[in-house]
Structures are given as structure tokens and as C-alpha cells.
């Protein structure tokens, strides 16, 4: 008698052996009950759900893109044309490029381009070095007031930037660096949300690392820059795209501590254009859509580092 053949008892008490089931063949019935993970949505697992998963996320991306599609064709009318509520997508007169044109000629786009480069990648450079720098330090040493420094850099996130407005001139100006592209820089890389973000990853790499190096000889600064820098590529350039963005959209702080038009910033710049007939709609979208460009194209470039920071800080819901 195998293990498969145990006797079974009837009702007059006879022992009888049940008949052999295959193992093989409940394996593969359990197996074909077992959901495959990754084939549904968080919904639900029926084809109504995600249709209409796909259809409120379609929804939501239309809602989103109608402002930008909006700014886009208006870039591309004339003045009559963009100021015809009736004709809002298809010009009477048809698409021309005039209001590029007229901006184009009005201003000094190169050069507040060039400036806006310079800025901003000074500003990403700066903030990401000390960050790091700074993420490290709260994630991987002990000093004294370690827990109440970082619990003032928390508590400085909830701080608008706009508060610092007025503390800030008054430093650049006791440091005679107004009109300078160092005024434009250098409050401009303090970014206490982006030492929170790093000094959590730092807690998410792996301290086997850091003690395999220590026993090489390896310092805190070998550590850094040789050990989980290499490991923190993604993170670090979602953080220089974000820093980036912010920097090249800044408006209030370049407007306010530089007065010469040389070192004008592109959104600075923009607003410098003004016409004497009121407000000039297809001039006003055509410089939006100029200064928006060169931040597409970073995007477009570095796109899949954010997707894999937001991955591999579970951030994914992976």
C-alpha cells in the first residue's frame, strides 16, 4: 500500500482504500488557482476595473495637458487670432510664428538664456555637492547635536522662501555682491528638502558597504564619494533635475537682487517685453513656450533617472 492508498472507513465499518489521486495533478491544479502577480491593477482584477482605471487616468492626463496644449496653439496665432474666444483652436487667419518673431526682436533671448544656463547649473552643482555632503553626514556620522540639527532641517522645509526674501538682500548687500551673479546663486542652494531626501537614502544603502571600506582604511571622505556616491547615481540626478527646474523657473530672487540687465535671467527677461497695447496674448504664450523648451529637452534626457529613483526608493509602491 503506498502513502496515496489510506484506507477509508464505510458505514458498516469496512475498510476500503481510496483511489489514487496524482500529486502532480493537484500541484497543477493549485498552480492554475494561483493569481500571477503583476497581471491586475490595484482596482481589482476584472476588465471593468481597469477600463475604468484607465479610463479616470486617462481623464486626469487630459485635464492636465489642456492648459499646455492651450498655451501652445495660442504661441502659434496671430494677436487677432488669439484674442477670438470662438476660434480658440483653429485660427481664422491660420499659425504663424510672430509672435516668436516679436519677442525674439523686442528682447535678448540669447543672453538671458546663457544666464539662466549659468544660474541654474551653478545652483544644481552647489546644492547637490552640500546636500550630499550634508545627507551623509546626518545618515552615516555622529556628532554632538546631531538629532536637534537635523530636526531644525526638517522644521526649515515648512519655511517659504519668500519669508527669506528680506534677510537675504540684506546679506548680499552687507557683502557688496548685489548685481552679481553670486547674489543670484548662492541663497538660491539652500534647499533643506533635498537633505531630507539624500540623508534618507544614505539610510537605505547598505552599512556592510561602508564597513568593507573602513577595513580597507577607507575615511568618511573615501567612503563618500568613492562608496555611495556611485551607488546613489539616480537619486542624485532626480535631485539635479528638481534643484534644475526650480532654479531656472526662479523669478522673485533674480528680479529683486540684480538690476542689470546683463545678468537677467530668462523668466526676468520675459517680463521686460511689454507692449503699449495692453496685454498681448500670442507674445505672452510664445515666450512661455521659449523658456519651457530648454526644460523639456533636460527632462526628455534624464527622465528614466527619475523612474528609477522614485523605483529604488519604493517611492514606486514596488
Request: proline fraction near 7%; aromatic fraction near 10%.
Amino acid at each position: 500500500m503506498t502513502s496515496t492508498d489510506l484506507p477509508v472507513r464505510d458505514a458498516s465499518g469496512t475498510a476500503t482504500h481510496a483511489p489514487h489521486v496524482p500529486r502532480t495533478g493537484r500541484v497543477t491544479a493549485v498552480r492554475r488557482r494561483a493569481p500571477r502577480p503583476g497581471t491586475h491593477l490595484t482596482l481589482g482584477d476584472g476588465r471593468t476595473s481597469r477600463v475604468l482605471a484607465l479610463a479616470a487616468l486617462a481623464a486626469m492626463a487630459l485635464v492636465w495637458l489642456l492648459p499646455m496644449a492651450w498655451a501652445l496653439l495660442t504661441a502659434f496665432k496671430s494677436e487677432q487670432d488669439a484674442s477670438d474666444p470662438l476660434r480658440w483652436f483653429l485660427p481664422a487667419h491660420g499659425f504663424t510664428l510672430q509672435g516668436f518673431s516679436i519677442v525674439w526682436e523686442r528682447g535678448d533671448l540669447p543672453l538671458w538664456m546663457l544666464n539662466s544656463l549659468l544660474i541654474s547649473a551653478a545652483v544644481t552643482v552647489i546644492t547637490v555637492l552640500v546636500s550630499a555632503m550634508a545627507g551623509y553626514a546626518f545618515s552615516r556620522t555622529l556628532f554632538a547635536g546631531r538629532r536637534w540639527l537635523f530636526a531644525v532641517t526638517v522644521a526649515a522645509v515648512l519655511v517659504p522662501p519668500q519669508i527669506l526674501i528680506v534677510p537675504w538682500f540684506q546679506q548680499m548687500l552687507s557683502l557688496h555682491l548685489l548685481d552679481t551673479y553670486a547674489a543670484v546663486i548662492l541663497p538660491q542652494t539652500v534647499a533643506p528638502v533635498m537633505v531630507f531626501i539624500l540623508k534618507k537614502h544614505f539610510d537605505s544603502l547598505p552599512h556592510e558597504l561602508e564597513e568593507a571600506a573602513r577595513i580597507d582604511g577607507a575615511g568618511h571622505w573615501r567612503i563618500f564619494w568613492s562608496v555611495l556616491l556611485p551607488l546613489s547615481r539616480p537619486m542624485l540626478a532626480a535631485v539635479s533635475i528638481f534643484v534644475f527646474i526650480g532654479a531656472w523657473n526662479n523669478f522673485l530672487w533674480p528680479f529683486i537682487s540684480t538690476s542689470d540687465p546683463a545678468l537677467m535671467t530668462l523668466p526676468v527677461g520675459i517680463t521686460s517685453v511689454k507692449d503699449a497695447y495692453g496685454i498681448q496674448y500670442a507674445q505672452s504664450m510664445a515666450s512661455a513656450v521659449l523658456a519651457a523648451l530648454p526644460l523639456v529637452v533636460v527632462f526628455m534626457f534624464f527622465q528614466r533617472h527619475i523612474v528609477k529613483s522614485v523605483a529604488t526608493t519604493g517611492l514606486g509602491g514596488q
